[in-house]
C-alpha cells in the first residue's frame, strides 16, 4: 500500500473522528513530501552516495535524483566540502 492510499485509508477517517470533521474534505491533503540524507563520509568513500540512494529508494519505491551543493563531481574537486589539517 503506497503512501497516498494509506493516508485516504487510515489517517482520513482518523482525523475526521478526531476533529469532529463532517467532511473528509475538511482534512488537510499532503502536497509535498521531501526527504533529505546527510552524508559526511561521501568525500572520502565513493559508494556511499550510491548506497545512500539504494537505501532511499527502498524507502520511497521512486528512483531519487542527486544534487550535489558544492563543488564538481565530475573534476573530483570538493568544492570546500573537506577542510585538509
Known sequence: MGIYAQYHQDVVP???KE???S???AVPRIVK???NMGLKDAPQN???PDAALNEL???TGVNQRTKHTRGNPQ???PGGRIQQE
Open 23 to 25: 467532511s473528509p474534505l
Open 75 to 77: 573534476k573530483n574537486d
Open 57 to 59: 529508494s527502498l524507502i
Open 14 to 16: 482518523a482525523w475526521c
Open 33 to 35: 513530501v521531501s526527504l
Open 19 to 21: 476533529h469532529n470533521f
Open 46 to 48: 565513493r559508494s556511499v
